[in-house]
């Protein structure tokens, strides 16, 4: 069964999720807050519309920034009327964000449910992400045929914070690795030992997570001092990390390894890598 899916943003991954759907058979309209940033999804067959289109949609992603951004567009699709609509929330958020837009839905009369999603572009591309939903039962049923479309597996935690406190568990590890990573690397100073014959060990030994063998070539090409676009940046990888510090803070936890990692992710912004993989933080750890 095909839905009628509108998007709200347009970036990397909600150009994605727009090609992935288009190419399962569902008609797909897009929007963004910056419309020169649609071309590529209508190029892969979306419809360009305004906030009245969208909210005309069966179902509306949002791939936005943050919770500001994604409150600002929902309070849009409100104003427009989404009342029996379906609204999937997909970005990282932390738990107090998701609970607020779910209520804000909630008064439009529209389901929802936040469904952040463990994957970059390319597992987007042939709906191979992790779905990690919050939200009611009958949203999430509601959700799955377009979801189906997006993950390999998808997941009910419960309320929509549940979910966004699972993404924010997901993605921490990977934060602090590349800088784990780095800092391996550089008792290898002055070893001699090649950055691919390091790095390809480094992938076939228990220091190789799934992350490093989809990812060593990005690291060695990274390590010999090309700067490598980011599917999932530095700069977002600072923003998820963030985010887990600050609710780590406000509820008294202690995440000493993930506070220590923060200082490399600053250096790295402050040396204009914020574009580029997050393998990159590597070459700065290692002082490759």
Not at 157 to 185: C, D, F, H
Request: include cysteine; glycine fraction near 12%.
């Amino acid at each position: 069964m095909t839905h009628s899916i509108g998007i709200a943003g347009t970036g990397r991954m909600g150009t994605a999720f727009a090609r992935r759907l288009i190419e399962t058979g569902h008609s797909v309209k897009v929007w963004n807050r910056s419309p020169e940033r649609l071309a590529a999804a209508v190029a892969a067959g979306a419809m360009a519309t305004d906030i009245a289109g969208l909210a005309a949609c069966d179902t509306v992603l949002l791939s936005l920034t943050d919770a500001a951004a994604s409150g600002a567009v929902l309070g849009q699709l409100a104003a427009a009327g989404i009342a029996g609509r379906l609204v999937i929330e997909m970005s990282t958020l932390l738990p107090e964000g998701a609970d607020a837009l779910a209520a804000t839905a909630a008064d439009a009369g529209a389901d929802f449910l936040h469904c952040p999603v463990g994957g970059t572009v390319a597992p987007a591309l042939k709906g191979q992400l992790l779905g990690l939903a919050g939200g009611s039962a009958a949203a999430f049923e509601r959700a799955r045929p377009v979801l189906a479309d997006l993950c390999r597996r998808v997941e009910h935690l419960g309320t929509p914070g549940a979910a966004a406190r699972m993404k924010l568990a997901v993605n921490l590890p990977l934060a602090i690795y590349w800088q784990t990573l780095g800092e391996s690397l550089a008792l290898l100073r002055g070893a001699g030992v090649p950055h691919d014959l390091a790095i390809s060990l480094m992938a076939d030994s228990s220091a190789g997570p799934t992350v490093l063998k989809n990812r060593a070539q990005v690291v060695v090409d990274t390590l010999n001092g090309s700067d490598q676009p980011g599917t999932f940046d530095i700069a977002g990888l600072m923003k998820d990390l963030r985010l887990a510090l600050d609710l780590a803070t406000a509820e008294g936890a202690a995440l000493p390894v993930a506070a220590a990692a923060e200082p490399g992710y600053r250096a790295a912004l402050d040396a204009g890598l914020g574009g580029c993989d997050g393998a990159s933080l590597t070459r700065l750890a290692s002082g490759a």
